[in-house]
């Protein structure tokens, strides 16, 4: 059976949800800018697949791979692992 699940991106409930990830994301980039230790993050991959067939799973892989960039530009060393195998992508 394929459906869509009922998650309207324009509906009240999305839009305050949206409004509530978009300051935390902000407030955790900011600390992170602002960090004087070293600190590692680990994520996913989440551009490197199929495009997802519902709309939630669509916007999760938008917002998480925007996060990634994000993140990335404020780090001072990148790395991408695939099969335990690192690649540095920054410097």
Do not use: H
Request: proline residues 5%; glycine residues 4%; contains cysteine.
């Amino acid at each position: 059976m394929d459906f869509e699940l009922p998650l309207a991106p324009d509906s009240a409930t999305a839009d305050a949800d949206y409004e509530v990830w978009r300051r935390e994301r902000t407030a955790f980039l900011d600390a992170l800018s602002a960090c004087k230790s070293d600190v590692i993050i680990v994520t996913n991959e989440v551009g490197t697949g199929i495009v997802p067939n519902n709309a939630a799973s669509r916007v999760f892989r938008d917002e998480q791979g925007w996060l990634n960039q994000a993140v990335a530009a404020v780090c001072d060393e990148v790395f991408f692992v695939t099969a335990g195998l690192p690649l540095r992508l920054k410097p």
